[in-house]
């Protein structure tokens, strides 16, 4: 007990001298602010919130407005070294987490302590350690991403350039490019930090001096360097992104043999609240095609089609499911009730392990746009167990979850994230195996 009193009572000691020669050195108000910490890189899909206030006090909560309380406490900081401590450490357990400050960003370097568990670093790649990390919250009105494209002429060519300007937490910013040369796909990236300063923004990379531009109504105009190459900067207009994060191809089958036919379907939602769909029975026939905008509010999907006179249509979307009604053919008058899968969530996956006997394995699982599923597993190159059933995604607190329910009453369930992590079957005799499915 008496070195447990002890020890607390150095690390009381610590704490206060840090803080005593972190004032005299630094700016109490200079971590002050609000800060997000995306723990979804540690395999847990959550996001936290870190407040610091100009004395020094810090608080984590799950919600920016009306939050509980997940710990708080006092910050200390001597040069480099910064540290969280908990005012409810005891002699029998002292909570505190050291950190370090890079630009507005918090990188805590051991467990965070976040009400009665804690963020752990991941260390699944020991040689790119992921460590919880907090970003500022600063020039909120303008975060979100930017596109834009152009055509240019070069090496005697026209090139048409395709670019995006994410503005993030942080004051990070990441600026990508991608055209064709040569006909080959090129990719051009570039990140750094940005401070903005009335309706100027500058871009902060000590490799691409002299970038920055302003920031207008329609989006923002911004001189920057589109290639390696590109010896001086390009003037491009970047539109804000309003439905960025549901963008891109959703697909649909439905087989309709009551009246002879099937039907594939494409909608494709742009990032600005457009789309454009087409259904196709066949290549002969005529398909059915619309242009229009969307709005999503909540789950709540609403389209309105550019022809003259149309009514909107309400859905649901659910990434990466959207479900609703659509025309099928131009000889069909009646919509018919679609469900669409974002085309990121279909199609095959592969994956590979081994059991605790070091066997090779290796599985394929098949997801189709007409919501069934196989797998086909192999261990040592030969095939040792083949399944096919229904699947749904379904949403949650923690994530998106596949859910599969084979033809044979087996339930396998998984989270999905950049990969599916799923467990199932890997041979007749039910033994079974982790698998991380990717495409």
């Not at 390009?234 to 891109?248: P, Q």
């Amino acid at each position: 007990m008496i070195r447990k009193f002890l020890a607390f009572t150095a690390a009381m000691m610590l704490l206060l001298s840090l803080c005593a020669q972190g004032s005299a050195q630094e700016d109490p108000g200079a971590l002050a602010g609000t800060y997000v910490l995306d723990a979804s890189p540690l395999g847990m899909p959550l996001t936290v919130y870190l407040m610091v206030d100009g004395e020094g006090n810090f608080s984590w909560t799950n919600k920016l407005v009306d939050g509980s309380d997940k710990g708080h406490g006092v910050i200390g900081a001597e040069g480099d070294t910064y540290l969280l401590l908990y005012s409810d450490s005891t002699p029998e357990s002292l909570k505190m987490t050291p950190f370090r400050v890079e630009g507005k960003t918090l990188v805590f370097t051991d467990r965070v302590i976040y009400g009665s568990s804690g963020l752990v670093p991941n260390s699944e790649d020991p040689d790119n350690i992921l460590y919880p990390t907090a970003r500022l919250i600063a020039y909120e009105e303008a975060l979100g991403t930017y596109a834009g494209s152009h055509v240019a002429e070069a090496m005697g060519s026209e090139i048409l350039y395709h670019y995006d300007l994410v503005l993030d937490y942080g004051a990070a910013y990441t600026f990508t490019n991608r055209f064709a040369m040569m006909g080959e796909m090129q990719e051009f990236a570039q990140q750094g930090t940005f401070e903005i300063e009335g309706d100027v923004l500058r871009l902060i990379n000590p490799d691409r001096e002299g970038q920055q531009g302003s920031i207008t109504k329609d989006g923002i105009l911004l001189n920057v360097f589109l290639s390696p190459m590109s010896k001086a900067t390009a003037e491009v207009s970047l539109k804000m992104e309003t439905t960025g994060e549901v963008a891109g191809k959703y697909l649909a089958h439905k087989d309709m043999s009551m009246m002879g036919f099937e039907v594939a379907c494409v909608l494709t939602l742009d990032a600005f609240g457009g789309y454009s769909y087409e259904a196709s029975i066949n290549p002969d026939d005529e398909p059915a095609t619309e242009q229009g905008t969307f709005t999503l509010e909540g789950g709540s999907f609403v389209l309105t089609s550019n022809q003259e006179g149309a009514v909107p249509e309400t859905g649901s979307l659910t990434p990466p499911l959207l479900v609703i009604k659509m025309p099928i053919s131009p000889e069909v008058p009646m919509k018919t009730e679609l469900t669409f899968y974002h085309e990121d969530a279909v199609g095959s996956f592969a994956a590979s392990g081994s059991d605790e006997a070091g066997t090779a394995t290796e599985s394929q699982l098949k997801l189709g746009t007409d919501g069934r599923y196989t797998i086909a597993v192999s261990q040592n190159g030969v095939v040792s167990y083949e399944e096919e059933g229904s699947f749904v995604y379904e949403a949650g607190p923690m994530g998106t979850t596949l859910v599969l329910s084979s033809d044979c009453g087996l339930v396998s369930t998984g989270m999905v994230a950049d990969t599916i992590n799923i467990v199932h079957n890997v041979d007749t005799a039910m033994n079974t195996l982790g698998f991380k499915y990717a495409k």
